[in-house]
C-alpha cells in the first residue's frame, strides 16, 4: 500500500526527512474528476509522489495532494510498444504489471518507489549511459492544467516536450503513456 510521505501530525516530510510543512489540507483524489475540482477549488496546490525530491519544489504549503489514489495500468498496447497508467502508480508496480505480460520500460533506476508522474516531472534518471531518463519515454500526456482543464499532450503536441519534465509548473498529471519494449 502506498502512502502519501505524511508524517503522523499529518505533516508531509519528504523521503529524507530533510523538508518538512504543515499543509493546510491533503486531497486525496481517486479520479480525473475528483483532481479537477481540487484544482479549481484551492490556491497553491503541491502535488507530492513519494517524496523523493532533496529540494523544496514538491513541498506544499497551503495545499497538499497525493495520487496514490489514482493508479494502475490502463492500457498495454503491444504493437505500438506502448503503455498508459495513471500518474500515481509507483515505478516498482509498473514494472511488475508489464512484467507479468512480458514487458518493461527501457530504462529505470535503482530506487523504485517513485510514482510515475513524480518520476518523470522532475527528470528522474535511470540507470543507464546509453538511454535517456524516465521522461524520455513520455510518448503523451493527460494533466488538468492550473485552471482546472484536462489538457491532452500527444506525440506531435510541441508542448509535450516543456511537460516532460514540469517540476510541477503546468498542473496535475493525470495519466502517462510511456514507451516500453519486450
Known amino acids: 500500500m502506498n502512502r502519501a510521505p505524511r508524517d503522523r501530525q499529518d505533516r508531509f516530510r519528504s523521503y529524507s526527512r530533510v523538508v518538512r510543512t ?3 489540507t491533503w486531497h486525496a483524489p481517486t479520479s480525473e474528476d475528483d483532481v479537477v475540482a481540487a484544482v479549481r477549488a484551492a490556491t497553491r496546490l503541491k502535488v ?4 523523493h525530491s532533496f529540494s523544496t519544489i514538491a513541498e506544499p504549503e497551503q495545499h497538499a495532494m497525493t495520487l496514490d489514489g489514482l493508479t494502475g495500468v490502463l492500457q498495454l498496447d503491444a504493437d505500438a510498444r506502448l503503455v498508459t497508467v495513471r500518474a500515481g502508480t509507483r515505478l516498482r508496480d509498473l514494472s511488475a504489471a508489464l512484467l507479468a505480460q512480458g514487458w518493461t520500460l527501457p530504462v529505470v533506476g535503482s530506487i523504485q518507489a ?3 508522474a513524480g518520476a518523470i516531472a522532475t527528470g528522474t534518471h535511470g540507470s543507464s549511459l546509453v538511454h535517456g531518463n524516465l521522461a ?7 494533466l488538468v492544467d492550473g485552471r482546472g482543464e484536462v489538457v491532452e499532450l500527444g506525440p506531435d503536441d510541441p508542448r509535450l516536450v ?3 519534465v514540469h517540476l510541477g509548473a503546468l498542473g496535475v498529471v493525470t495519466q502517462a503513456t510511456l514507451r516500453v519494449e519486450p
Do not use: D, E, F
Open 22 to 24: 504543515a499543509p493546510l
Open 48 to 51: 507530492v509522489g513519494a517524496g
Open 114 to 116: 517513485q510514482s510515475v
Open 136 to 142: 524520455t519515454l513520455v510518448h503523451s500526456l493527460r
Open 162 to 164: 516543456g511537460a516532460r
